[in-house]
């Protein structure tokens, strides 16, 4: 909070409020807030805790703006983030829009490699924050904004967590409003400091994209459903190895050229031999992470909306 808090005293773009909204956090950023009071026009609030998406909504209900723009709080937002926002709006009207997310130069080997996994081609496509998305530019909230007449036609977020971002993106867009990416209103997203808990937040990730089949069944489409083809499909390959060596070696042989295209890649963009390999592991580990959790929440009894309220 307080990097995300001090990116945005730096703002080319002054025209703007903050809102932070406490959704019932045990050790407050109260004192964190207001020793920005004399920085930003800035509010804080405390609430019981009732999930991200409620949380938003309180805040859409305090903001004033005529755009209303969401980030999550282990985000640093660069100083031409708003002004890159507001002259794009000038000449292209949007209702909604988000942008890329990028690692900053002081995040770690560790955080880096989770930035790279998360933006790679070869475990999401490359469509996460890029014009190549599968469909309708889809804006997630981690960096999103949305107009005040997108809010009160669509009364905002209806489930609050476990895929609460996409469902009201889909729901944004069926709307008849136009969203779009802003390419250079991009956000450094910081995201996880180990691997477990990149694991335990892609895992749900997962699960959340099969709940929003429920809401959405079209939305479910091929390219959502690779993690769980790879995990299945390295189950198989493990079992080869007890009826045919040679298919076990083929698959060996896969999955290596898989971890070697990651780690050039990853080498290429990042200019570091130790991100590049952190980058293999962090590969796998979201693929297989966000696999299972699609799986585990598609045999789980029943195919009611879950909203985890």
Known sequence: MLELLESLTQQTFKNFEVL???D?????CKDIVASFEDQLAIQYHFKPNSGQGFTRNFGFDLAKGDYLVVFDSDCLIPAHYFEAVEAHLAEHRLDAFGGPDR??????PLQKAISYSMTSPFTTGGIRGN??????????SFNMGISREVYQKTKGYIITRKGEDIEFSIRIINNGFQTGLIPEAYVYHKRRTSLGQFYKQLR???TARVNIRRFFPSELKL???FPAAFVIGLIVWLSTFFWSMMLFEVGAGLIVVFALLNFLHSLMLNRSLWVAFLSIATSFTQLMA???G???EAFKSGDQPRSQK
């Not at 690692?103 to 770690?108: D, L, Q």
């Open 290 to 292: 966000y696999g299972i």
């Open 20 to 22: 932070i909204i406490e």
């Open 294 to 296: 699609m799986m585990s």
């Open 131 to 140: 014009k190549k998305h599968a469909g309708t530019f889809h804006p997630r």
């Open 204 to 206: 749900f990730f997962g």
């Open 103 to 108: 690692a900053h130069e002081s995040f770690t």
């Open 223 to 225: 390219i959502h459903t």
């Open 24 to 28: 019932g956090s045990t050790e407050d």
